[in-house]
């Protein structure tokens, strides 16, 4: 189970002194913690890896702040973050791949235009979940509609 592959890494990253992928693996735990806390449930891998997937998110959506300050020790923190993350993540689909993916799913729910995004978008996050970015499968699914 994830939650004690995370356990075993905090460990080893206590062990090793190494502080970057430590304080990265308690921010995870902390934030499955939160989530079991404030729904009353026992969270599985799956609502893991989505907890994974935001908290990478949030980091790469702020490497532009970064670097319009010219802070690239920052930056370079922020890098080393989201690639402690995505060791957790399933491997993202290229964008080929997520092309026919997402061809297959405007198909298999009748979508012929913008109007049936909301549906293409809900289904493919369903189906994909954290193996591919909400923002890239949002640009796609737009190349494919319109």
């Known amino acids: 189970m994830l939650k004690e592959k995370l356990l075993e890494d905090l460990k080893n990253a206590m062990k090793q002194k190494d502080n970057i992928r430590k304080n990265v693996v308690q921010m995870v735990r902390a934030a499955i913690l939160q989530v079991e806390k404030d729904k009353q449930i026992q969270v599985d ?9 935001k908290e990478a998110k949030k980091r790469k959506d702020s490497i532009p702040d970064y670097e319009k300050s010219g ?6 923190q922020i890098k080393q973050e989201i690639a402690i993350l995505e060791e957790y993540l ?3 689909l290229s964008e080929e791949e997520l092309t026919v993916k997402l061809q297959e799913i405007i198909k298999t729910v ?3 235009s913008m109007k049936d995004m909301g549906v293409v978008m809900k289904t493919a996050k369903e189906q994909l979940g954290a193996s591919a970015d909400g ?4 640009e796609i699914v737009k190349k494919l509609l319109s």
């Open 90 to 92: 399933p491997e993202q």
């Open 71 to 76: 802070r690239q020790d920052l930056l370079d």
């Open 110 to 112: 009748g979508a012929t």
């Open 45 to 53: 891998d799956s609502k893991i890896v989505e907890i994974i997937a």
């Open 135 to 138: 923002r890239t499968i949002n």
